[in-house]
């Protein structure tokens, strides 16, 4: 098993079971998470405006290759 997937597993359980962080090995496995698993800190901080602008690219390009709407028996 992969030393880095074994150490997020563990502190998983050490948290779910509310171990004590005074602890030095609870506290050196916790370090070590958190570091493993720094890339993923704030990922989820973006204002709102940021993520409506992060949006628009996609749906500008949608938008720009949308086909005619189809007109009923009554329209022109």
């Given at each position: 098993?992969?030393?880095?997937?074994?150490?997020?597993?563990?502190?998983?359980?050490?948290?779910?079971?509310?171990?004590?962080?005074?602890?030095?090995?609870?506290?050196?496995?916790?370090?070590?998470?958190?570091w493993?698993?720094?890339?993923?800190?704030?990922?989820?901080?973006?204002?709102?405006?940021?993520?409506?602008?992060?949006?628009?690219?996609?749906?500008?390009?949608?938008?720009?290759?949308?086909?005619?709407?189809?007109?009923?028996?009554?329209?022109?």
């Amino acid at each position: 098993m992969d030393i880095a997937a074994l150490i997020l597993i563990l502190w998983i359980a050490l948290y779910l079971f509310d171990a004590n962080t005074a602890n030095s090995t609870v506290s050196w496995i916790h370090e070590a998470a958190n570091w493993l698993s720094g890339w993923s800190h704030n990922l989820t901080t973006r204002g709102h405006a940021q993520r409506i602008e992060a949006g628009r690219p996609p749906v500008d390009a949608l938008d720009a290759h949308a086909p005619e709407p189809l007109r009923g028996a009554d329209g022109p």
